[in-house]
Antibody, heavy 117, light 107 residues
Framework: QVTLKESGPGILQPSQTLSLTCTFS??????????VGWIRQPSGKGLEWLAN???????YYNPSLKNRLTISKDTSNNQAFLKITNVDTADTATYYC?????????WGQGASVTVSS | DIQMTQSPASLSASLEEIVTITCKAS??????LSWYQQKPGKSPQLLIY???SLADGVPSRFSGSRSGTQYSLKISRPQVDDSGIYYC?????????FGAGTKLELK
């Protein structure tokens, strides 16, 4: 059974760095073709893809976030990470991680993040 | 970036109808198109992948098709439990892009 769970700080202030962790089970990020993606969703709004990391450590980012994103992984501990620097109130959202095998086929429950002063 | 134009934004359907939601890609995406259902307070759930393949455990009343660069999700004889917001996603090239969503209400 594949499961993913996101964790984060809950609340942070503008200009801080948001650090998110995706802890998963039921698959390995060292398996050929496997990936983990991050997606976010502001309350009441649509979905926005942020970044992917692949089994071979290849990484892809959404250029709309202008180099603020860093994705990484810890294969031994079945975790993936996302950092967003210099957050603003516009980064307030629920953040999801998802397993990727050609498609995002399993998603975590989401972590709510609020940016507020 | 590939734009995914999804329509309609919302619809209300009866249990006897056939519901169709469409996503038009701004360029060819080689069937790297998936459909998701999202219920309030929950994460998106995969329904269809590779444009026409049914995900594991998804009822057969859901189906996907393609005509040119327009992709469609069809729900035949929808159930009350099919209410929610539906999104398409293209994963042909980064940045991956989602459609804006379709809110489906069953009456």
């Amino acid at each position: 059974q594949v499961t993913l769970k996101e964790s984060g700080p809950g609340i942070l202030q503008p200009s801080q760095t948001l650090s998110l962790t995706c802890t998963f089970s039921g698959f390995s990020l060292s398996t050929y073709g496997m990936g983990v993606g991050w997606i976010r969703q502001p309350s009441g709004k649509g979905l926005e893809w942020l970044a992917n990391i692949w089994w071979d450590d290849d990484k892809y980012y959404n250029p709309s976030l202008k180099n603020r994103l860093t994705i990484s992984k810890d294969t031994s501990n079945n975790q993936a990470f996302l950092k967003i620097t210099n957050v603003d109130t516009a980064d307030t959202a629920t953040y999801y991680c998802a397993r990727i095998i050609r498609v995002m086929d399993a998603w975590g429950q989401g972590a709510s993040v609020t940016v507020s002063s | 970036d590939i734009q995914m134009t999804q329509s309609p934004a919302s619809l209300s359907a009866s249990l006897e109808e056939i519901v169709t939601i469409t996503c038009k890609a701004s360029q060819g995406i080689d069937d790297y198109l998936s459909w998701y259902q999202q219920k309030p307070g929950k994460s998106p759930q995969l329904l269809i992948y590779d444009a026409t393949s049914l995900a594991d455990g998804v009822p057969s009343r859901f189906s996907g098709s393609r005509s040119g660069t327009q992709y469609s999700l069809k729900i035949s004889r929808p159930q009350v439990d099919d209410s929610g917001i539906y999104y398409c996603l293209q994963s042909y090239s980064t940045p991956y892009t989602f459609g804006a969503g379709t809110k489906l209400e069953l009456k």
